[in-house]
């Protein structure tokens, strides 16, 4: 009788063991479903168009506030998150406030943070700048939202310097959000 | 004299004689072939199914998987389903779970039978419709039969992407049974 090459007589054992191997029909099939799940990370402005308003005291200065949603999930152990802001369009136009070039050394539009957990808000008041970005929240390792995304806000003042010039200024915010 | 040489073939030409004398004998019989055809199914889906997501964020998961099918129903009174149900929730715990709703389906393009109308929530418990065939119907052959050999229906999963999801990579079994009658 002729000898079979063991290897193909272990081919034939593998393939008779394990119909998927060759898409077999049979009244039954299955398939394992296999998803990755990853960092990931969202964030919605829900206040389209923030005012800023001073009220009382004259000179007293402009306040506002910014509200946002945000949806995040960071790597378990070692993944980070954060919340960022940056002043990607100055005052316009021109006569008013500014944050790249105040017309009077103090001015500023400053902010602080309030975030809903998981989220750290940042201490205490933040200048913004147009150069950098400012942080708003940060996160840690294995940090999740609620489906429908966590709650955070940033409270505006605006320097209310007399040698702004009567009349409407308006500038753009960009918020970042990360995860990793 | 005859050469031993040549006395030796005698015996095997007379035998090779033999038949040919047989076959002027001949006559003929029947044999009457049945068979029961009865009805049945079978299918055969990709051993496995990868969800993804891409570009947005927090948007859902998707996959597409084709089930190939053979079917036979009975004529007049037949009738044959494909169904689904997840065998296996998906593993390890932290992620997403198909106990929970989160895994949608719909079906389309089925080449013979009609496709479920979803979407539809896969289940753990108990199986739900892929697809169902009348009666009288089977694949492949032509004629009165379906042209398609094998037939297949499509199916599009949809599985939810909630922040709450641990990262990570998660399995789960999903299993398909045809049943025809």
């Known amino acids: ?180 | 004299m005859i050469p031993i040489s040549t006395r030796a073939w005698r015996f095997p030409i007379a035998s090779l004689c033999l038949p040919v004398c047989l076959s002027a004998a001949t006559g003929t019989a029947t044999q009457t072939l049945s068979a029961q055809i009865n009805a049945i199914g079978k299918l055969s889906v990709p051993s496995t199914l990868n969800v993804t997501n891409s570009g947005t964020t927090f948007v859902a998961y998707r996959g597409n998987l084709a089930v190939s099918y053979r079917i036979r129903t009975t004529a007049s009174t037949g009738s044959g389903t494909v169904t689904v149900r997840a065998t296996s929730d998906f593993t390890p715990a932290g992620g997403p779970s198909i106990g929970a709703g989160t895994l949608t389906y719909t079906c389309s393009g089925a080449t013979l039978g009609t496709a479920c109308s979803g979407p539809l929530t896969l289940s753990t418990a108990s199986q739900t419709s892929v697809l169902t065939v009348g009666a009288g119907v089977c694949t492949g052959g032509g004629g009165s039969c379906s042209t398609n050999d094998p037939n297949t229906v499509q199916t599009s999963f949809t599985l939810a992407d909630n922040p709450a999801y641990g990262t990570g990579t998660y399995s789960a079994v999903l299993t398909f049974t045809i049943s025809a009658l």
């Not at chain 1, 593998?14 to 964030?43: H, I, R």
């Not at chain 1, 949806?71 to 021109?94: Q, Y």
């Open chain 1, 1 to 180: 009788m002729k000898r079979q090459h063991p290897i193909l007589l272990l081919l034939a054992a593998a393939l008779l063991a394990c119909p998927a191997m060759y898409g077999q029909f049979a009244a039954t099939g299955t398939t394992t479903l296999s998803v990755t799940v990853g960092a990931e990370a969202a964030l919605q402005v829900t206040t389209g168009t923030t005012t800023l308003a001073a009220a009382g005291t004259i000179f007293n200065p402009y306040l506002g506030t910014t509200n946002l949603v945000y949806k995040i999930r960071t790597t378990k152990s070692t993944g980070t998150g954060t919340i960022t802001l940056k002043v990607t369009s100055d005052f316009s136009p021109a006569g008013g406030p500014s944050v790249a070039t105040p017309p009077t050394a103090g001015d500023a539009l400053t902010y602080t943070c309030t975030v809903a957990a998981p989220g750290t808000g940042c201490s205490g008041s933040i200048t913004s700048s147009t150069a950098a970005s400012t942080s708003v929240a940060t996160f840690g390792a294995g940090a999740s939202s609620a489906n429908a995304g966590n709650a955070a806000s940033t409270g505006w003042t605006l320097s209310n310097d007399p040698v702004y010039q009567t009349g409407a200024y308006s500038g753009v915010v960009t918020y970042t959000i990360s995860a990793t």
